[in-house]
């Protein structure tokens, strides 16, 4: 294997053997926001599915995809009052790794930008759906609509690649390549993220590009002082 012990899901739901279910349910809190982001999250999930399907883990599919989406969603609500209650205190190294200080404005802007779909998107990215939970309680996002969205991203998710490794639970091709089929799910799982990169790309050219651009370059200054201060 190509991965650390650690980060080999088939390894950890061996070594976890009947507390499989249980303890892929802390490891999906814990990155969901507990700021501790280097966890197999996307490949853990896929691999409690086939192993449901393989009847290794011996848990009706509904009650786990249940028990998983309310981790996930209590993950990030977890993150997000870590966030809220310690505020920028999270932000003061400027060299730090994940939490510089000039994330707590990008994250505004990220937000304006894209609205909910920031929350459901992130879902898909490690290390991103770690982060955006503490940046939006640091940012002070509104609690009901961090809520509703974050609920929404954990519904699409944790049941939807559970629900994709039941599925091919019984295709031998990936029994044979596991390890290949789970770098492949985690590269897949970015594809929505770099869609919308290149778009957004798109639309700021096209606005640039277009007669008003001119006239919005002033205004777009001052509120970026206005964060400053």
């Known amino acids: 294997m190509l991965m650390p012990n650690w980060m080999d899901p088939e390894y950890l739901l061996n070594w976890m053997g009947n507390w499989a279910l249980w ?31 393989r009847g290794t883990i011996d848990v009706p599919l509904w009650l786990a995809c249940v028990l998983l989406t309310v981790a996930a969603f209590l993950g990030n609500v977890s993150g997000y009052y ?14 730090a790794r994940f939490l510089k200080p000039k994330y707590i404005e990008q994250t505004h802007d990220f937000f304006e930008r ?10 898909f990215v490690p290390i991103v759906r770690t982060f955006i939970t503490i940046v939006a309680g640091a940012g002070r996002m509104d609690p009901r609509k961090f809520f509703l969205w974050t609920a929404v991203g954990a519904l699409i ?4 690649i559970t629900l994709l490794g ?5 295709v031998r091709f ?20 770099l869609v919308e990169y290149f778009l957004a790309k798109r639309r700021n ?18 509120v970026t002082n206005n964060h400053t201060d």
């Open 82 to 95: 870590i966030g809220r209650f310690l505020g920028t205190s999270l932000f003061r190294n400027p060299n």
């Open 205 to 222: 050219r096209n606005n640039s590009d277009g007669p008003g651009a001119a006239k919005h370059a002033a205004p777009k200054h001052a």
């Open 23 to 53: 303890g892929t349910l802390i490891v999906v809190f814990i990155e969901c926001g507990l700021l501790f982001p280097i966890l197999p999250g996307d490949s853990l999930l896929f691999a409690v599915g086939l192993f449901i399907a």
């Open 114 to 123: 894209y609205g909910p779909r920031a929350l459901v998107m992130a879902r």
């Open 166 to 170: 039941h599925a091919l639970g019984n």
């Open 157 to 160: 998710w944790a049941p939807g």
């Open 174 to 193: 990936i029994h044979d390549h596991l390890e290949s089929a789970l770098i492949l799910l985690v590269l897949v799982s970015l594809i929505p993220m």
